[in-house]
């Protein structure tokens, strides 16, 4: 250590003399020195005040320099000494060495900002604000037959990636035509799950999106997933899950979306169409999932039901009761879920068994498959009185709702179980329906969920309610008393934040149950012509004239 601080005191003389000689054989025995004992190297470093001369040799036309952005990044492995390598000015002649010509230079002083900014979002930001991401990727594209650097860019590109505000800078550069022509020139696995490292956090963002489709990285990933899909290797596992992944995500743009459907006629779109049937599970998810993608819009939904991807949906998820995968169960109904959106494919889905093959499900314990199994039966039946009647009057489906009803450790399930339920008595309007929920104990369910923070929940549930109250009131009254109906309904109208819907319908409501002789009691109890007379003078005039009529209706049976 001794022989160090010799070394380390020479370094400061030298650097000031500029004599190039002595300051390389200082810094060629700091080198040994770091490799050695690279902590106690780095702090004696520190403690003699050399950090602040290294700027001065962080020259462009000196010799010295590779060295001296080695010696930096040697250090900054060392938790310690990044912020002092960033007070003492480190940064900006560092970033100022990514504009040179010479490869050493570049690598060291690329090695040097990664360890500097290793793992600081607020250093790496710093980096973005100073324009590195352009002279990075400029860099890749000119030096892409040197590995070393090549490896440095993707590491660092890794790293920037991560960060929101990376995004707009990749974006205004060609990073995807480089990571495509770098991808396509790769046959080594490691180099490969490199680049697929940097493109996932990339392909986060929609302009990149469009621009890897348009670069060719939709061709890459069916290659590499043709060259993997009947490997056994771990590498060709992983690399088949990584470039199918990557392939859903790019689908999550709207423009690349678009683009690589094509109408229903894209190759890409036949290809991931092709994965559905296979006997590979993460090609069926991957299928699966692709499909519910590209049934983001009503044409593109109308034309895949048309052309008979619910079958092979259907296919799969039949394959799947028994294997019960449940990521493929998932995907599968989110893809039914979506195709299900548009009017003219209920009735044609309907008829092609998705309800049937969707209630086998219905033992389910695990929430994802519960939460979209509900989303699609109510998608299904909205608008479709046969069917709404059919599974409203299917006391297995009924009870099992109003179980998930009570799921309040899933959020999700209980929300749509509520809505399925409140839908099956709206859609079908039937009274053997309202009985089949009544039974069921539904009733409690759907009083709680007029009270929801969401106002479309709370109307669909209010609608429901005034239906049960319409078409059997004898039947739902002891349920109403228990499950304080009135109240919740008093609460609704006085209070000023209630949509002018839910004033309506909870009006109505109160119309409806006033045939029933507690719930009137109720009513009169609670003083409702008070509140029901300030919202005639309602600025929205459906709602006004409901409170008149409501009013001359509490008026006459008071």
């Given at each position: 250590?001794d022989n160090?601080?010799?070394?380390l005191?020479?370094?400061k003389?030298?650097?000031?003399?500029?004599?190039s000689d002595?300051?390389?054989s200082?810094?060629?025995?700091?080198?040994?020195?770091?490799?050695?004992?690279?902590?106690?190297?780095?702090?004696?470093i520190?403690e003699?005040?050399v950090l602040?001369l290294?700027?001065?040799l962080?020259s462009?036309?000196?010799?010295c320099?590779?060295k001296?952005a080695n010696?930096?990044?040697?250090?900054?492995?060392?938790?310690?000494m990044?912020s002092?390598?960033v007070?003492a000015?480190?940064?900006?002649?560092l970033i100022?060495?990514l504009n040179?010509t010479d490869q050493?230079?570049?690598l060291?002083?690329?090695?040097?900002?990664?360890?500097?900014?290793y793992d600081?979002?607020?250093l790496?930001?710093?980096?973005?604000?100073?324009?590195?991401?352009?002279?990075?990727?400029?860099l890749?594209?000119?030096?892409?037959?040197?590995?070393?650097?090549?490896?440095?860019?993707?590491?660092?590109?890794g790293n920037?990636?991560?960060?929101?505000?990376?995004?707009?800078?990749?974006?205004?550069?060609?990073?995807a035509?480089e990571?495509?022509?770098?991808?396509?020139?790769?046959?080594?696995?490691?180099?490969?799950?490199?680049?697929?490292e940097v493109?996932?956090?990339?392909a986060?963002?929609?302009?990149?999106?469009?621009?890897?489709v348009e670069?060719?990285?939709?061709e890459?990933?069916?290659?590499?997933?043709?060259?993997t899909?009947d490997?056994?290797?771990?590498?060709?596992?992983a690399q088949?899950?990584?470039?199918?992944?990557l392939?859903?995500?790019?689908?999550?743009?709207?423009e690349?979306?678009?683009?690589l459907?094509e109408?229903?006629?894209?190759s890409v779109?036949?290809r991931?169409?092709?994965?559905i049937?296979?006997?590979?599970?993460q090609?069926?998810?991957?299928?699966?999932?692709?499909?519910?993608?590209?049934?983001?819009?009503?044409g593109n939904?109308?034309?895949?039901v048309?052309?008979?991807?619910?079958?092979k949906?259907?296919?799969?998820?039949?394959?799947?009761?028994?294997?019960?995968?449940?990521?493929?169960?998932h995907?599968a109904?989110s893809a039914?879920?979506?195709l299900?959106i548009?009017v003219?494919n209920k009735s044609?889905?309907?008829?092609?068994?998705?309800a049937?093959?969707v209630?086998?499900?219905?033992?389910s314990e695990?929430?994802?498959v519960q939460?979209?199994?509900?989303?699609?039966?109510?998608?299904?039946?909205?608008t479709q009185?046969?069917?709404?009647d059919q599974?409203?009057?299917?006391v297995?489906?009924?009870e099992?709702?109003?179980?998930?009803c009570?799921?309040?450790?899933?959020?999700?399930?209980m929300?749509?179980s509520?809505r399925?339920?409140?839908?099956?008595?709206?859609?079908?309007?039937?009274k053997e329906?309202?009985?089949?929920?009544?039974q069921?104990?539904?009733?409690k369910?759907?009083?709680?969920?007029?009270t929801?923070?969401?106002?479309?929940?709370q109307?669909e549930a209010?609608?429901?309610l005034g239906l049960i109250?319409a078409?059997?009131l004898?039947?739902a009254?002891?349920?109403?008393v228990?499950?304080d109906?009135v109240?919740?309904?008093?609460k609704l109208?006085?209070d000023?934040?209630?949509?002018?819907?839910?004033?309506?319908?909870?009006?109505?409501?109160i119309?409806?149950?006033?045939?029933?002789?507690?719930l009137?009691?109720?009513?009169?109890?609670?003083?409702?012509?008070?509140?029901?007379?300030?919202?005639?003078?309602?600025?929205?005039?459906?709602?006004?004239?409901?409170?008149?009529?409501?009013?001359?209706?509490?008026?006459?049976?008071?």
């Amino acid at each position: 250590m001794d022989n160090l601080s010799d070394v380390l005191e020479k370094l400061k003389l030298a650097s000031t003399d500029s004599t190039s000689d002595s300051v390389e054989s200082c810094l060629d025995c700091l080198l040994k020195a770091l490799i050695n004992n690279n902590t106690e190297t780095s702090v004696k470093i520190q403690e003699m005040g050399v950090l602040p001369l290294l700027p001065t040799l962080l020259s462009p036309q000196s010799s010295c320099t590779p060295k001296v952005a080695n010696i930096i990044a040697e250090m900054a492995k060392n938790e310690f000494m990044r912020s002092p390598c960033v007070e003492a000015g480190l940064i900006p002649p560092l970033i100022q060495l990514l504009n040179s010509t010479d490869q050493e230079v570049l690598l060291q002083t690329g090695r040097a900002l990664g360890n500097i900014c290793y793992d600081s979002h607020s250093l790496q930001g710093q980096l973005i604000s100073m324009g590195v991401i352009p002279t990075l990727v400029k860099l890749l594209g000119v030096h892409s037959h040197n590995t070393a650097l090549t490896e440095m860019c993707l590491i660092a590109f890794g790293n920037l990636a991560e960060l929101e505000s990376s995004k707009e800078q990749f974006a205004s550069t060609n990073i995807a035509e480089e990571l495509v022509r770098l991808f396509q020139k790769q046959t080594e696995h490691e180099k490969k799950e490199m680049i697929f490292e940097v493109l996932a956090p990339l392909a986060e963002n929609d302009v990149i999106k469009l621009q890897l489709v348009e670069a060719g990285l939709v061709e890459c990933l069916l290659e590499v997933v043709a060259q993997t899909v009947d490997g056994d290797r771990e590498e060709d596992v992983a690399q088949l899950k990584t470039a199918s992944d990557l392939m859903v995500l790019l689908l999550l743009g709207d423009e690349s979306m678009q683009k690589l459907f094509e109408g229903g006629k894209g190759s890409v779109f036949q290809r991931v169409l092709s994965w559905i049937p296979s006997h590979n599970h993460q090609l069926q998810l991957a299928g699966a999932l692709a499909i519910a993608n590209f049934a983001r819009n009503d044409g593109n939904c109308i034309h895949m039901v048309d052309t008979g991807i619910v079958q092979k949906l259907l296919e799969l998820l039949d394959r799947h009761i028994v294997e019960g995968n449940v990521t493929v169960q998932h995907a599968a109904l989110s893809a039914l879920r979506n195709l299900a959106i548009p009017v003219v494919n209920k009735s044609k889905m309907l008829s092609a068994g998705v309800a049937d093959v969707v209630l086998k499900f219905l033992q389910s314990e695990m929430p994802p498959v519960q939460f979209k199994l509900l989303g699609t039966l109510r998608m299904l039946i909205d608008t479709q009185v046969e069917a709404a009647d059919q599974l409203g009057t299917n006391v297995k489906l009924v009870e099992r709702l109003v179980e998930w009803c009570e799921a309040k450790d899933h959020a999700g399930v209980m929300g749509e179980s509520n809505r399925l339920l409140s839908a099956l008595i709206r859609h079908s309007k039937s009274k053997e329906v309202v009985r089949t929920v009544i039974q069921a104990g539904g009733v409690k369910h759907l009083v709680t969920m007029a009270t929801s923070e969401h106002m479309i929940m709370q109307n669909e549930a209010l609608v429901a309610l005034g239906l049960i109250a319409a078409l059997d009131l004898v039947a739902a009254e002891k349920d109403f008393v228990g499950a304080d109906l009135v109240a919740v309904l008093h609460k609704l109208l006085s209070d000023e934040r209630s949509a002018p819907e839910i004033k309506y319908n909870s009006m109505i409501l109160i119309c409806a149950v006033m045939g029933s002789e507690p719930l009137h009691k109720e009513v009169q109890s609670r003083a409702f012509i008070d509140v029901v007379s300030k919202l005639r003078s309602h600025e929205n005039k459906t709602v006004s004239h409901q409170a008149s009529l409501t009013e001359q209706r509490l008026t006459a049976q008071s």
